[in-house]
């Protein structure tokens, strides 16, 4: 018994075949693709070396420049034999409705030797009003991904000589950064640290812990806090939340 398949038979298989290796291999290049997007964004959202578009380890002048206004002279902190500087700035103090919405009440800069090694950013308890730790979390978390660690009951971490101590609620670590993100202590005034893990061990060494960023008290508790409703609390807290930028 023979088998005859027709010329035109095996053409139109060949064909089909064709068509279908040709639609899996695009199938597999918009896969790729999709994959290295994704990659691409969790790679970004999860830069611990910057805060907003300040990055750790530049120059005085690059930030000055990078803030779009122009920053203070320095605190020069003298202490030999490096140089340790120190620069503040707050947002409110210049014109634009951006800026006067900036839920930022102030920003310290650090560098040691002329490389940014620490930013602190105290957030306006205002504009943070009502709004919960959790609700900060996922708010960094977008930029710097999901904590290392999370604090759901904040203890004390950081204490310093005649100041209150900052309740620690979550962190974001890697080998060479680390951001964290602090509650004040009997206050819902919240503060975030970047900081570069080998230039803060280089200027704690030099002695800056001492002299350096002995970051400024909160802003004051409201004294009619016994008093804040709830409802007006919830009010503000979604507010906040949706118009709050870390």
């Given at each position: ?15 089909l ?17 999709c ?25 005085v ?93 904040s ?5 310093r ?58 802003p ?11 409802s ?15």
């Amino acid at each position: 018994m023979s088998i005859h398949i027709a010329s035109g038979d095996l053409s139109r298989a060949a064909s089909l075949s064709g068509i279908n290796s040709l639609a899996n291999a695009r199938r597999l290049l918009a896969l790729s693709a999709c994959l290295m997007a994704l990659s691409v964004s969790l790679v970004s959202a999860q830069d611990r070396s910057r805060y907003r578009e300040y990055r750790l380890g530049d120059d005085v002048r690059t930030i000055s420049g990078q803030s779009g206004s122009v920053l203070p002279i320095p605190r020069i902190i003298p202490l030999e034999p490096v140089v340790l500087q120190e620069m503040e700035w707050r947002p409110q103090y210049f014109r634009g409705a951006a800026r006067q919405a900036d839920a930022v009440a102030r920003v310290t800069f650090g560098f040691y030797d002329d490389q940014l090694f620490r930013i602190v950013v105290d957030y306006d308890r205002l504009r943070t009003d009502g709004m919960t730790e959790a609700d900060m979390v996922m708010a960094f978390s977008e930029s710097y991904g999901p904590p290392s660690r999370r604090v759901v009951a904040s203890r004390t971490i950081v204490e310093r000589a005649g100041q209150g101590a900052d309740l620690l609620v979550a962190s974001w670590e890697d080998n060479d950064y680390s951001v964290t993100l602090h509650r004040m202590e009997d206050s819902s005034a919240f503060r975030l640290i970047v900081a570069s893990t080998r230039l803060a061990v280089l200027a704690e060494a030099a002695g800056a812990a001492g002299v350096l960023l002995d970051v400024h008290e909160a802003p004051a508790q409201r004294s009619d806090d016994l008093e804040y409703s709830h409802s007006a609390q919830e009010k503000s807290r979604l507010t906040n939340k949706a118009a709050f930028r870390p």
